[in-house]
């Protein structure tokens, strides 16, 4: 399919260390996956959901020992140990090259090596990179054709470049003693051995999007940011682009889906997805900053998804989609998650493919749950019934703000704008979100989580926050506004004050009126906070006093909040970039 030297010198490398039985490129064409399809169920990696109700789709389990990313057999593999930084597990490269090289060595004796041609981002895209994948796994091949965009073209615009990215996965034993999940940010290589949960092995994921790409835009000066992309149309038809970051936890697939209210629909307001994960953001000929969504599917949580908690996501799953840990329910060969509706199914198969009993079922015990607190659907994104449409075209779409976020009880205020790039930069330095009940550990604990982007840089923290603020002095005037939202401030029982979900678009459409200098704000000791009545409560059960009070800046709280950041700061030592520093001592000044 190539004539590509480095790509076939590296084939041969890995094929003559795995000795597969036999070579199959995939080239992505209807028939290929139909017939890998038909393998998979034949030998029970999949099985066949009710054709009729889910058309194409398809459920998979996973190992018991298998079933989420693994943080701490994650390595970030650099000459010097340095440009890993303290948030990373760093490896020698050579040593762990070989480490791998010896756990992978004839795995694939008696299986079939599979060849990944892909493009993260529209293939073609001056935005969009190129990667192999070759792996042992149907299951992994059928998935990266729904996340990455899979085709002989890919082959075709690479041409004899050496820039793509080398992504070799091997089953193995799936022991997790020996489950290594490493990235060689120098050499443009990504290696997964002992793992097929999607997060460790579908490689143009996490690995190559975030962690390589990262560490790729830092040195060729772009971004890759763990974030979600949407637009927002007015009722004249205009489209506002913003991107957002947030923990896990946040509702950042359902913003990135949001269906706005009743009240704003009928006035005339749209939503539309770009993405919900994964942005890749470039400066564009006129000065401002463009994004694409790298990925072109949903790799989404299950539990908890459903009509009314994110519609959009679950349209999604309606067709072409894998299941992977959910519950089977024999009654009509279909899915079932905890919080997909209440009606628990009475003849089904739990995620391990054992008898469920809801009788034993204890929402507070996971153990008794029929799906797997991680089972996940991988969905294409065109089945998305907002999915934007640019989201197939490669330009990138403008970037109007940057949204920060996460979950605090008490601290940061409903939203709040930056009073500058580097004062935005420091707010998403500084991101956390308190632990739930869903996490595991004390509930309410305050975890740091710069521009959510903790598991996934690719390199040194401190670097990374340099390289933001290198990309605002470029951008100049023409910088993204930066927010943040806080959709989870509570009152002293505990309760949600703001309603969330959908009427979070009144919120969007004050951050974009703020973008166009159409609304008033309140300048405080954190940043722009806005006017109570420049948020439309329109139709809303909410008095424009409890606006106010979820939109106060607590001094207690905040410099409280200081010392938590000093701390937080403290990781990074002397590289940590002075403007970061300075802002720091700003906001102390301020709260006197």
Not at 152 to 174: A, M, P, Q, T
Not at 419 to 447: L, P, Q, Y
Not at 488 to 516: A, H, Q
């Amino acid at each position: 399919m190539t004539n590509n030297k480095t790509v076939l010198k590296w084939i041969d490398e890995i094929k003559n260390l795995v000795n597969p039985n036999e070579v199959v490129w995939i080239d992505g064409s209807k028939e290929q996956i139909e017939d890998l399809r038909k393998q998979a169920v034949a030998t029970g990696e999949l099985f066949k959901l009710n054709q009729e109700l889910l058309p194409d789709c398809y459920l998979h389990r996973t190992k018991e020992n298998d079933v989420a990313r693994v943080e701490d057999r994650t390595f970030i593999c650099t000459t010097d140990k340095e440009d890993a930084g303290p948030t990373n597990n760093w490896y020698d490269p050579k040593e762990m090259y070989t480490k791998l090289y010896d756990i992978a060595r004839n795995s694939y004796t008696g299986k079939t090596m599979y060849i990944i041609p892909f493009s993260m981002g529209p293939i073609g895209s001056p935005l969009a990179k190129i990667g192999i994948e070759i792996t042992d796994s149907i299951y992994v091949v059928l998935n990266m054709v729904i996340m990455t965009r899979v085709d002989k073209k890919v082959l075709e615009v690479l041409g004899d470049s050496n820039d793509w990215v080398r992504c070799f996965h091997s089953r193995c034993d799936i022991d997790p003693e020996k489950r290594y999940i490493c990235q060689f940010p120098e050499d443009n290589t990504i290696i997964s051995v002992n793992s097929g949960y999607g997060g460790n092995v579908l490689l143009g994921k996490k690995c190559f999007a975030l962690r390589i790409a990262s560490y790729q835009g830092w040195k060729e000066g772009w971004m890759a940011e763990h974030m979600l992309i949407l637009g927002l149309e007015n009722p004249k038809g205009e489209v506002k682009y913003v991107a957002a970051a947030f923990p896990s936890a946040c509702g950042k697939t359902n913003l990135a889906m949001l269906i706005p209210p009743e009240y704003l629909r009928e006035k005339g307001y749209k939503i539309w997805t770009v993405g919900d994960d994964i942005s890749w953001m470039r400066i564009g000929e006129d000065g401002r900053l463009y994004a694409i969504n790298p990925e072109n599917g949903f790799f989404g949580v299950a539990p908890g998804t459903n009509e009314k908690s994110n519609f959009n996501a679950l349209e999604s799953t309606k067709k072409g989609t894998i299941f992977t840990n959910v519950a089977l329910d024999l009654n009509d060969n279909t899915v079932w998650w905890e919080g997909l509706n209440k009606n628990l199914p009475e003849n089904a198969l739990d995620w391990k493919g054992n008898k469920w009993d809801p009788s034993k079922f204890d929402k507070t015990d996971k153990s008794t749950c029929a799906a797997h607190p991680n089972s996940r659907f991988t969905a294409p994104a065109a089945n998305c019934p907002c999915i934007s449409s640019e989201f197939d075209k490669g330009a990138g779409v403008p970037i109007s703000a940057i949204i920060f976020g996460g979950r605090r009880a008490k601290c940061a205020p409903l939203v709040y704008q930056s009073k500058s790039w580097e004062n935005g930069v420091f707010i998403g330095s500084a991101m956390a979100s308190e632990t739930t009940a869903a996490a595991a550990g004390a509930v309410g604990v305050v975890r740091r989580d710069p521009m959510a982007m903790l598991p996934f840089c690719g390199y040194h923290m401190a670097d990374y926050f340099q390289h933001w603020l290198d990309m605002g002095k470029k951008l100049g005037d023409k910088a993204p506004k930066i927010f943040n939202v806080n959709w989870f401030r509570t009152d002293d029982e505990g309760n949600f004050i703001w309603p969330g979900f959908g009427d979070n678009m009144r919120v969007l459409n004050w951050i974009i009126d703020r973008c166009e200098g159409k609304a008033d704000a309140t300048e405080t000791a954190i940043g722009y906070i806005p006017k109570p009545e420049d948020i439309d409560l329109t139709n809303l059960d909410m008095d424009i006093e409890t606006l106010k009070d979820i939109l106060t800046v607590d001094k207690d709280v905040w410099e409280k909040e200081v010392e938590e950041i000093e701390k937080h700061y403290e990781k990074f030592g002397d590289k940590l970039p002075a403007e970061l520093r300075n802002q720091l001592e700003t906001l102390k000044n301020n709260l006197k």
